[in-house]
T-cell receptor, first 118, second 114 residues
Framework: AQKITQTQPGMFVQEKEAVTLDCTYD???????LFWYKQPSSGEMIFLIY??????QNATEGRYSLNFQKARKSANLVISASQLGDSAMYFC???????????????FGAGTRLAVHP | DAGVIQSPRHEVTEMGQEVTLRCKPI?????LFWYRQTMMRGLELLIY????????DSGMPEDRFSAKMPNASFSTLKIQPSEPRDSAVYFC????????????FGPGTRLLVL
């Protein structure tokens, strides 16, 4: 079975500080993909960053980086220099099981609500 | 390039009525996905298409739900008859095989069934 766990229902951070949002996963696949999406209060789902299981380097996209620790099965999102506009729900997701036909499915965690304070 | 387009953005209907949600994927994308988001169940995949062909509909909750993709630029998700428990946000997403694994989401349709 596959599962994405986000243990932090809510997080607070001061503007301009860095924050780490936790994500752990469970899968029986050797090859898998991990994603982070942002959902602001307006409701849309915005893709942030992707990490492949065989990527040797941690993924980075601007102020976003993914701290990928394969042995621990964790894929934490790090947001540097937080901005007020970063206040949103953040979802960690994983690609579905390869051989069960789930290759194109995304399985989402429950999300973490981040509040950035001035 | 325009993103995924969904309509309507909001829909309020009465129990028993037919509801049709529409999606236009990003031009050239060959995969299209329908997701549903509720407080209780989070985000879950309902069905997805590849080159207009339904590949996996195992997430469709019951026979009241149906989805079609008559061409590469249009898909519908229909609920008939609708029930209050269908109230949710319905997202459409698309992906290009050669563009990597990322799925790009539309703005969603917020459905309320009274």
């Amino acid at each position: 079975a596959q599962k994405i766990t986000q243990t932090q229902p809510g997080m607070f951070v001061q503007e301009k500080e860095a924050v780490t949002l936790d994500c752990t996963y469970d899968t029986s696949d050797q090859s898998y993909g991990l994603f982070w999406y942002k959902q602001p209060s307006s409701g849309e789902m915005i893709f942030l960053i992707y990490q492949g299981s065989y990527d040797e380097q941690n993924a980075t996209e601007g102020r976003y980086s993914l701290n990928f620790q394969k042995a621990r099965k964790s894929a934490n999102l790090v947001i540097s220099a937080s901005q007020l506009g970063d206040s949103a729900m953040y979802f960690c997701a994983m690609r579905g099981l390869l051989f069960s036909g789930g290759y194109n499915k995304l399985i989402f965690g429950a999300g973490t609500r981040l509040a950035v304070h001035p | 390039d325009a993103g995924v387009i969904q309509s309507p953005r909001h829909e309020v209907t009465e129990m028993g009525q037919e509801v049709t949600l529409r999606c236009k994927p990003i031009s050239g994308h060959d995969y299209l996905f329908w997701y549903r988001q509720t407080m209780m169940r989070g985000l879950e995949l309902l069905i997805y298409f590849n080159n207009n062909v339904p590949i996996d509909d195992s997430g469709m909750p019951e026979d009241r739900f149906s989805a079609k993709m008559p061409n590469a630029s249009f898909s519908t998700l229909k609920i008939q008859p609708s029930e209050p428990r269908d109230s949710a946000v319905y997202f459409c997403a698309s992906r290009l095989t050669s563009g990597g694994e990322t799925q790009y989401f539309g703005p969603g349709t917020r459905l309320l069934v009274l």
